[in-house]
């Protein structure tokens, strides 16, 4: 099986432009979760969707909003950037079962904003 | 608020040495535990998971789970070089959702 993969890579914006990052899961995985890496907080969790609903959300600001569409692939979108949000961002599939299961990351989307 | 914790060393031990990492956990209701090992510049890779108390082997690698403690450990035998890399305990936060607490990771360093 084809593993997780995200898009864009890497990205680089400037203060107060938006961007949007994509996911798509492993696949037959329904749940999509988001995490923020940064070397000053490490691994946070952004939000999870499973079947297309937001089923838990992490202490992020407003600026961070997700989706998934009906095939299970995601998208997380961040507006008017600072330059706080330059980060790994990390997307993670899960099989069906909520609950525990492992969940397995893909590459992530480098964003630097200047 | 729910917390993972763990020494960021770095701990450095000599090839075919046994590396020891440890982690500790505050909530007393989650049921899964994972290790994560993540190289620099990439994204964690998934090493080992445990649900039950006790050890749990794979190959070279061994997770140790103490429910009443709350800490899970994680064994790596014959270290190699190639295991050099930060180690990050998770933690699933419990409830019908996937969501992971993680640790900020533990720096290991195998030296030839």
């Known amino acids: 099986k084809a593993g997780v993969t995200q898009t864009p890579r890497y990205l680089i914006k400037t203060r107060g432009q938006q961007v949007t990052l994509s996911c798509s899961p492993i696949s037959g995985h329904r749940s999509v979760s988001w995490y923020q890496q940064t070397p000053g907080q490490g691994l946070q969790f952004l939000f999870e969707?499973?079947?297309?609903?937001?089923?838990n959300k992490g202490n992020f600001p407003g600026r961070f909003s997700g989706r998934q569409f009906s095939n299970s692939r995601s998208e997380m979108n961040v507006s008017t950037l600072e330059l706080g949000d330059s980060a790994l961002y990390l997307c993670?599939?899960?099989?069906?079962?909520?609950?525990?299961?492992?969940?397995?990351f893909g590459p992530g989307t480098r964003l630097l904003v200047l | 608020q729910k917390e993972v914790e763990q020494n960021s060393g770095p701990l450095s031990v000599p090839e075919g040495a046994i590396a020891s990492l440890n982690c500790t956990y505050s909530?007393?209701?989650?049921?899964?535990f994972f290790w994560y090992r993540q190289y620099s510049g990439k994204s964690p890779e998934l090493i080992m998971s445990?649900?039950?108390?006790g050890d749990k082997e794979d190959g070279r690698f061994t997770a140790q789970l103490n429910k009443a403690s709350q800490y899970v450990s994680l064994l790596i035998r014959d270290s190699q070089p190639s295991d050099s890399a930060t180690y990050l305990c998770a933690v699933e936060d419990g409830g019908a959702t996937n969501k992971l607490i993680f640790g900020t990771g533990t720096l290991l360093a195998v030296q030839p």
């Open positions: 969707y499973f079947s297309e609903t937001q089923r």
């Open positions: 445990i649900y039950s108390n």
């Open positions: 993670a599939s899960s099989p069906e079962d909520p609950g525990g299961e492992t969940q397995y």
């Open positions: 909530d007393r209701v989650s049921q899964s």
